[in-house]
């Protein structure tokens, strides 16, 4: 049974940053494409990056130039470095894999940005 488990969540004040971390375990196969999504109370789960196995990045527009994606086929694992954090960046974080139309998600990670 493919599962991954997202950790590295916190609580962060305005400005800071933190690193997600998402592994895999139970897969006999690299994920295409690995993302991280968010979904913030009340509203709905929202992309915030994606990288496929080649190493081409994609990024939400509220994210871009402060967050990097990165991924270690090796491992499948997938890692979402967050600067600048705004109040506005406070979800709940949860990773995704991707294998030839199928879609495998975490838990999430809760991240809240606060003063």
């Known amino acids: 049974q493919v599962q991954l488990v997202e950790s590295g969540g916190g609580l962060v004040q305005p400005g800071e940053s933190l690193r997600l971390s998402c592994a895999t375990s139970?897969?006999?196969?690299?994920?295409?494409?690995m993302s991280w999504y968010r979904q913030a109370p009340g509203k709905e789960r929202e992309f915030v990056a994606g990288?496929?196995?080649?190493?081409?990045?994609k990024y939400a527009d509220a994210v871009t130039g402060r967050f990097g994606i990165s991924r270690n086929n090796a491992k499948n694992s997938v890692y979402l470095q967050m600067n600048s954090l705004k109040p506005e960046d406070t979800a709940v974080y949860y990773c995704?894999?991707?294998?030839?139309?199928?879609?495998?998600w975490g838990q999430g990670t809760q991240v809240t940005v606060s003063s």
């Open positions: 990288i496929i196995s080649g190493g081409n990045k």
């Open positions: 139970g897969s006999r196969f690299t994920f295409n494409n």
């Open positions: 995704k894999g991707s294998y030839w139309g199928h879609d495998y």
